[in-house]
């Protein structure tokens, strides 16, 4: 029997409390430890893995079996990567944009600045972990926490409330995501990107996995930040390379669809 549209909302709701109730308390718990745990990548790994697993267990322990279909799920997958990497790739024309077009800054001096800008998201752990192998620590560090925050808690209520979970899931997103309660980080492209487009682009295309991909090959600074440091300048060039290329193709997928959609109809592929 088809839980009541009523139920259905109030379960998602508790759902949400508990999340926030994990995310806030581990941060509340850990406050004095926080320091000390960020400058290890095998306690950062640990925490991580300990809201992933916590998160989980609490669906299953609400005999909820979305979380590993959820996890799992594959169909959808392209077109929620290459819808997330187009907004990404939008975002950062409209960026280079403003400052060569309009603040008349040269191409050269803005890749300049973005190098600079992403050597300065490096963060503690990233000394407790060999150079050749940190750009591989930092994809899996992120990742954990991408299918943590995309596939367990964003997808989770419009996966179970359809249209009208996408304003409860950019809500959400917005209150835990860098959890801005405690630390103020209210960043605007991590709301505009994150917290918005990306429920929208789940509800397009019902796969998160895409999301995550996205989130940790294209949009995070860290992980570039770990390129950079681990791998030196060819290390910087190598992951802006590929996160040009692959934003750009799928900025022109996304085009493309958007053209045969008005020629032809139907929907975005």
């Known amino acids: 029997m088809k839980p009541a549209p009523g139920s259905q909302v109030f379960r998602v709701l508790c759902y949400y409390c508990l999340?926030?109730?994990?995310?806030?308390?581990?941060?509340?718990?850990?406050?004095?430890?926080?320091?000390?745990?960020?400058?290890?990548?095998?306690?950062?790994?640990?925490?991580?893995?300990?809201?992933?697993?916590l998160t989980l267990s609490l669906l299953l322990a609400m005999e909820d079996r979305s979380a590993i279909r959820l996890l799992t799920n594959r169909r959808g997958l392209m077109r929620s990567f290459i819808l997330s990497s187009a907004a990404i790739m939008a975002l950062n024309l409209i960026a280079v944009g403003y400052w060569t077009l309009v603040r008349g800054t040269s191409i050269y001096s803005v890749l300049r600045r973005v190098e600079e800008l992403a050597e300065g998201y490096r963060v503690p752990w990233f000394g407790s972990v060999p150079p050749h192998l940190l750009p591989f620590a930092a994809l899996m560090i992120w990742s954990i926490s991408g299918l943590f925050f995309f596939t367990l808690v964003q997808s989770y209520g419009i996966e179970k409330l359809g249209k009208r979970g996408v304003p409860l899931a950019v809500i959400a997103s917005s209150l835990l995501y860098n959890a801005p309660l405690l630390t103020g980080e209210w960043k605007p492209d991590d709301l505009l990107i994150l917290c918005l487009i990306f429920p929208l682009v789940y509800w397009i295309s019902g796969n998160s996995l895409g999301l995550v991909i996205s989130y940790v090959a294209m949009f995070e600074l860290p992980v570039a930040a770990a390129f950079t440091q681990g791998w030196g300048h060819p290390g910087f060039l190598l992951i802006l390379g590929f996160r040009t290329v692959v934003g750009l193709l799928s900025l022109v997928s996304f085009l493309s669809s958007i053209i045969k959609m008005r020629v032809g109809g139907g929907r975005i592929r």
């Open 19 to 53: 999340v926030f109730a994990v995310v806030y308390g581990s941060l509340l718990t850990l406050g004095p430890l926080r320091d000390f745990i960020s400058r290890d990548y095998l306690l950062v790994l640990a925490v991580n893995l300990f809201l992933l697993t």
